[in-house]
């Protein structure tokens, strides 16, 4: 019961974030991307510095909690098909940019986040 209270205080904070990224970035494309993109790069962050420091008990708040809430792959979907939005181009840098803040971000928190000894 613990995990369903965690994961949903999470996703309550990381929903308000992305709101708050949409009136900061009005244009639905550029602010469900930039949502996109910051939750990709605290994923990862998060990822590397639970492997590394054991830390675990926070999991379920901040991954499919508050990165799920800020991330939207339905918001995505939906410009990339519905007529007059962004398209299949649209889709194509998601894709391809959240891979490339993956990577990058995997190194940068490698370089910051050292391991407990």
């Known amino acids: 019961m613990k995990a369903v209270w965690l994961v949903s205080l999470g996703g309550v904070l990381g929903s308000l974030t992305r709101w708050i990224l949409s009136l900061i970035i ?19 962050f998060f990822l590397v510095l639970m492997e590394r420091r054991g830390i675990t008990e926070l999991r379920y708040f901040l991954l499919p909690g508050f ?29 391809v940019a959240s891979l490339i803040v993956a990577y990058l971000s995997l190194k940068i928190a490698r370089k910051v986040v050292k391991a407990r000894i």
């Open 67 to 95: 990165c799920g809430g800020l991330s939207t792959f339905s918001a995505v979907t939906y410009e990339a098909v519905a007529p007059d939005e962004a398209g299949f181009t649209y889709l194509l840098i998601n894709v």
């Open 26 to 44: 009005p244009h639905s494309g550029n602010g469900t991307l930039a949502a996109n993109l910051l939750a990709v790069a605290l994923a990862i």
